[in-house]
C-alpha cells in the first residue's frame, strides 16, 4: 500500500507544475532566427530538448517560414498550428509570460480513496478442499460426499 501512496505523491509532484502552467500565458511574439533559448523557452511545451533541437536546426538553415519549425524531430504541424500565434521569422522577439490571476487553478485530479485491505473471509467446511488422512487411500477422495470434489476413480 505504500507504494500506491509514494506513486500517488510522484504523480502530484509532476502534475502540480502542468497545472500551474496553464495559467500563465504567452503575449507577444518570439522570433525564431534571433531568440536565446530563455525566450524559446517562454513557448508553452518547450523544453531543453526541444530548445536544443531549435538551435541546432536554425544554425544550418535559418527559418524563412513558421511552418518549418514541423522540420524538427519531436515537433509536429499540430504543434505548429498551436504556437503559430506566438512565432515570427523576423522582426524583435517580444514574448514575455503573463498570469492572468482571474484564471481558475487547475490542480491535479483528486486521487480516489484507496480501499481498506480485508482478509477474505475462511471457506465453509463443505466447500473446503479434500483432505487425505493418514491412513486412508488416495481412492477414498474420489468418493461423493460433500466435502470432497467429484474425481474419477483412480
Not at 20 to 42: D, F, H, M, W, Y
Request: some cysteine; overall charge positive; hydrophobic content about 40%.
Amino acid at each position: 500500500m505504500r507504494w500506491i501512496r509514494s506513486i500517488v505523491l510522484v504523480g502530484l509532484v509532476l502534475v502540480g507544475p502542468l497545472a500551474l502552467a496553464e495559467k500563465s500565458q504567452l503575449e507577444g511574439v518570439i522570433n525564431l532566427n534571433t531568440a536565446s533559448p530563455e525566450e524559446l523557452r517562454l513557448i508553452p511545451g518547450v523544453g531543453a530538448a526541444r530548445v536544443r533541437n531549435i538551435l541546432a536546426y536554425r544554425k544550418s538553415h535559418p527559418f524563412r517560414t513558421v511552418d518549418e519549425l514541423a522540420r524538427i524531430k519531436g515537433i509536429g504541424r499540430k504543434t505548429v498550428r498551436h504556437w503559430r500565434q506566438h512565432l515570427a521569422v523576423s522582426g524583435p522577439s517580444t514574448a514575455q509570460k503573463v498570469v492572468r490571476p482571474d484564471a481558475p487553478f487547475v490542480g491535479p485530479p483528486a486521487a480516489p480513496p484507496v480501499p481498506p485491505v480485508r482478509k477474505p473471509a475462511p471457506l465453509p467446511a463443505r466447500m473446503s478442499r479434500p483432505v487425505l488422512r493418514r491412513g486412508e487411500p488416495a481412492h477414498a477422495l474420489s468418493q461423493h460426499s460433500p466435502g470432497n470434489a467429484c474425481l474419477p476413480p483412480p
